[in-house]
Nanobody, 124 residues
Framework: QVQLVESGGGLVQAGGSLRLSCAASGRTLDSYAMGWFRQAPGKEREFVARISRGGGMTHYVDSVKGRFTISRDNAKNAVYLQMNSLKPEDTAVYYC?????????????????WGQGTQVTVSS
């Protein structure tokens, strides 16, 4: 079992930055690829970014490319999402998730463990 806890969300003005963290307990994260997803009000949860087990491969949804960066520190058992140039449409609850494989996936149902989410609100 892996327990994931997100933190770092909050209220920020458009153009600002936030850094989300996902801390794991129960098992070491180096056995998992990791992903970040988000769910805006009234919308389905969507893929945002993923990172391979070793951190060497990342992938992003087009809407965040060039603005968001996913990273991980396996020694600290943590994954991060650096979000720059935030836009009001980035407002959502952000979730991290663990995938029992090497590269991760954009499909939510393939992830084994989820955090409870952290709210990000971007004002215009």
């Amino acid at each position: 079992q892996v327990q994931l806890v997100e933190s770092g969300g909050g209220l920020v003005q458009a153009g600002g930055s936030l850094r989300l963290s996902c801390a794991a307990s129960g098992r070491t994260l180096d056995s998992y690829a990791m992903g970040w997803f988000r769910q805006a009000p009234g919308k389905e949860r969507e893929f945002v970014a993923r990172i391979s087990r070793g951190g060497g491969m990342t992938h992003y949804v087009d809407s965040v490319k060039g603005r968001f960066t996913i990273s991980r520190d396996n020694a600290k058992n943590a994954v991060y999402l650096q979000m720059n140039s935030l836009k009001p449409e980035d407002t959502a609850v952000y979730y991290c998730a663990a995938y029992s494989g090497l590269y991760g996936s954009e499909r939510q149902y393939e992830y084994d463990y989820w955090g409870q989410g952290t709210q990000v609100t971007v004002s215009s």
